[in-house]
């Protein structure tokens, strides 16, 4: 799940300007991890019951779902380590999407490759625009 490199809150910070952070420091996210993550996901989405996006379960839902699953996975696995950093550089990020396609919400993952968004709904890692970057309204770590 992790590298085993600590991001303090000053690198996060720098990476994820504005981001609200709720511990002192992070354990960098393994991108491939990520990518074997999501299938974990998919399968629990479906024991709850949900299929696909509606109003009662829309981007907010699937980005927090995948942000808290991911982290108690970190969690449990890591229950016995006396890691610097306990929780994953994993959030929840909210932004404007380009065309005025409206709000959006997505994960966001400090990784050994850098920072990468991460749409919950399919498990693609998407490019956001310069436009849509600077459109960051909310970042929570």
Not at 47 to 65: E, H, I, K, L, P
Not at 85 to 104: F, I, M, N, S, T
Request: glycine share 6%; with cysteine; hydrophobic share 40%.
């Amino acid at each position: 799940m992790s590298t085993g490199r600590v991001i303090t809150q000053s690198e996060l910070a720098i990476t994820i300007p504005g981001a609200r952070m709720t511990d002192a420091v992070f354990a960098e996210v393994s991108s491939q991890w990520l990518k074997r993550f999501y299938p974990r996901f998919r399968k629990e989405l479906s024991r709850a019951g949900v299929s696909r996006w509606n109003d009662r379960f829309n981007c907010r839902q699937f980005t927090g779902f995948y942000v808290d699953l991911a982290q108690s996975s970190h969690s449990s696995a890591c229950w016995d380590h006396l890691l610097p950093a306990r929780p994953l550089a994993l959030g929840e990020v909210w932004y404007q999407r380009d065309k005025d396609c409206g709000r959006h919400a997505v994960v966001v993952a400090l990784t050994e490759r850098g920072r990468i968004f991460v749409e919950p709904q399919t498990g693609q890692e998407l490019h956001l625009s310069q436009k849509e970057l600077a459109s960051i309204y909310l970042a929570v770590f």
